[in-house]
């Protein structure tokens, strides 16, 4: 009984996903070059007018869009379908 209760346990903690979160994800990143060929990525940043002081400030580098960002996937919604005219009856 008290390995079956263990296997349910341990089952059930197997359905959740427990990845943590990504901390500070945003829609915009500022690669900026730290030598040698290698690149830091910041990707704090809410518009690209916000990364760009962060790349104009002397930091070699530039803004782009986050590839991990997950709104950049999302559908698009449908647009709204024309208003269709009934026809009267006469």
Same mark, same amino acid.
């Given at each position: 009984?008290?390995? *079956?209760l263990i296997a349910?346990v341990f089952i !059930?903690?197997? *359905?959740?996903? *427990?990845?943590? !979160?990504? !901390?500070d994800e945003a829609?915009?990143?500022?690669?900026?070059?730290?030598?040698?060929?290698? !690149?830091?990525?910041?990707?704090?940043?809410?518009?690209?007018?916000?990364?760009?002081?962060?790349?104009?400030?002397?930091?070699?580098?530039?803004?782009?869009?986050?590839?991990?960002?997950?709104?950049?996937?999302?559908?698009?919604?449908?647009?709204?379908?024309?208003?269709?005219?009934?026809?009267?009856?006469?």
């Amino acid at each position: 009984m008290r390995k *079956l209760l263990i296997a349910a346990v341990f089952i !059930a903690a197997m *359905l959740f996903d *427990l990845r943590p !979160a990504p !901390a500070d994800e945003a829609p915009w990143c500022a690669v900026v070059s730290i030598g040698w060929g290698d !690149a830091y990525w910041d990707c704090s940043y809410a518009s690209i007018e916000a990364c760009r002081p962060n790349v104009i400030a002397g930091n070699r580098g530039f803004c782009t869009q986050n590839p991990r960002w997950p709104g950049w996937y999302r559908r698009a919604e449908a647009p709204p379908r024309p208003a269709q005219r009934q026809k009267r009856r006469h």
